[in-house]
């Protein structure tokens, strides 16, 4: 069964950092590029970063460029996303997704995790 | 930044009924479009990749059509596990973007 499966989600005060992390199992977590998405509390989806499959390309949402930095360990079959300078509206349920990446099946994310919450807050 | 924009916003149908989701992007994503079901508390499923394909697993209710700037998701007869908030997603362009969702709940 494919799974990932996140963790590192916590409360930090705003201009803290976190890390997240994101567990890959049951398919070959080296051949697919792979995705952060976000929800804030009662509301919808937000894109965050993606990594191809080998760090050689990444590419982030404007409102994270500079804080936010996507990163991963195909050795370790792991993702990872590097939060700097959080702010309240960082506040949101954090998901990690495998990117079937093709044509035919659009990119789209079909494996996801559980998801990790983080909240800003002093 | 392409613009989705799902109508409606919410609905209230019975079970049985046909339920209509449109999604339109401010510019063409080709087919790169993209269907999520959500439920309360629940990571997002993927129901229909690149505008038309129904992914494993998924009922056969569900279908998808469209491409560059309108698509739909049609759910053909309305299962009570079919509530929850479906997602449009294009994946085309950087940054991507999804839908503010529609929202359908049983009557």
């Known amino acids: 069964e494919m799974q990932l499966v996140e963790s590192g989600g916590g409360l930090v005060q705003p201009g803290g950092s976190l890390r997240l992390s994101c567990a890959g199992s049951?398919?070959?977590?080296?051949?697919?590029?792979m995705t952060w998405v976000r929800q804030a509390p009662g509301k919808g989806l937000e894109w965050m970063a993606n990594?191809?499959?080998?760090?050689?390309?990444?590419y982030y949402v404007d409102s994270v460029k500079g804080r936010f930095s996507i990163a991963r360990d195909n050795a370790k079959n792991s993702l990872f996303l590097q939060m700097n300078s959080l702010r309240a509206e960082d506040t949101a349920v954090y998901y990690c997704a495998r990117i079937n990446s093709g044509v035919t099946t659009g990119d789209a994310f079909d494996v996801w995790g559980q998801g990790t919450m983080v909240t800003v807050s002093s | 930044d392409i613009q989705m924009t799902q109508s409606p916003s919410s609905l209230s149908a019975s079970v049985g009924d046909r339920v209509t989701i449109t999604c339109r992007a401010s510019q063409s994503v080709r087919r790169y479009l993209n269907w999520y079901q959500q439920k309360p508390g629940k990571a997002p499923k993927l129901v229909i990749c690149a505008a038309s394909t129904l992914q494993s697993g998924v009922p056969s209710r569900f279908s998808g059509s469209g491409s560059g700037t309108d698509f739909t998701l049609t759910i053909s007869s309305l299962q009570p596990e079919d509530f929850g908030t479906y997602y449009c997603h294009q994946s085309n362009s950087i940054p991507q973007t999804f839908g503010q969702g529609t929202k359908v709940e049983f009557k």
């Open positions: 990594i191809k499959e080998d760090e050689s390309e990444k």
């Open positions: 049951g398919f070959t977590f080296s051949r697919n590029w």
